[in-house]
């Protein structure tokens, strides 16, 4: 049997009763206008991972929400070191989901986005080879691509030496992907703050203090801090907070 442990608005205006996915799907939104997204689970002492990996954080309220933000967007765009760590499958969702985002003039799944500066990529991850839309990879203009690669991804590239995400975004706007959800890593959470690109944060706080060792869900050079209002605060009844962060 399939238990789904209630999701309530705490803040603003505190909503009687338990969030269904059409009201959790509504205050999530897609907006009217192109938009970097980017969803991260943390400890409340801010660890990115338990255990070396972020399903330890992670609990079926999480990964609702995250299923809900994967059907928003119009592309999931992942650092390839991730996709590699996390070992990420093809990026597919159920027919209730494929549903909405017809019924909502969306494409049937979102297109998968990696970044990689290196393409250390392997062709035949099922992320890439198994993906029901061809990928993206954003990459530099000096990178050598592995054999067979170019057969299961568009390589797009942007920079030299390092990828220039505001180009990289710009051509996926340019390709109609404008509702973009980030899920990491760390690294390029980092670079696209450092870039100000980041127009929204959803972050899941899971009750648990992971102590020290775990890196926070940010990595880089350091940057000038940055407003990001709250817009509102999910709560859970086993001590799940759900956080979201929006530019105006």
């Not at 705490?10 to 980017?38: C, I």
């Not at 299961?152 to 109609?176: N, P, S």
């Not at 450092?194 to 203090?209: G, K, R, Y």
Request: with cysteine; net charge neutral; glycine share 10%.
């Amino acid at each position: 049997m399939n238990v789904r442990i209630p999701i309530h608005r705490a803040w603003p205006g505190p909503v009687a009763g338990p969030l269904d996915d059409e009201t959790l799907a509504a205050l999530y939104g897609r907006g009217d206008r192109p938009r970097l997204r980017v969803n991260f689970v943390t400890s409340i002492d801010g660890a990115v991972a338990l255990d070396d990996y972020s399903a330890g954080l992670s609990g079926e309220p999480d990964k609702r929400v995250f299923g809900l933000l994967r059907m928003l967007c119009d592309a999931l765009v992942v650092a390839a070191g991730t996709l590699r760590h996390e070992g990420y499958r093809a990026v597919r969702l159920d027919e209730t989901r494929r549903a909405w985002r017809r019924a909502h003039g969306l494409a049937a799944y979102p297109t998968l986005v990696v970044v990689s500066g290196s393409l250390r990529l392997d062709p035949a991850q099922a992320a890439l080879a198994d993906a029901p839309v061809r990928p993206v990879v954003l990459t530099t203009d000096d990178a050598t691509a592995p054999a067979g690669l170019t057969e299961v991804a568009d390589l797009v590239r942007c920079g030299t030496g390092r990828v220039d995400l505001a180009a990289g975004l710009a051509e996926l706007r340019r390709r109609g992907l404008d509702h973009l959800l980030c899920e990491g890593g760390p690294q390029l959470f980092g670079a696209l703050t450092a870039a100000d690109l980041v127009d929204e944060v959803c972050l899941t706080v899971a009750p648990l203090l992971a102590g020290p060792g775990a890196g926070r869900i940010t990595a880089g050079a350091a940057g000038p801090a940055r407003d990001l209002p709250l817009r509102h605060v999910l709560a859970t009844d086993d001590g799940v907070l759900m956080l979201r962060h929006a530019r105006d």
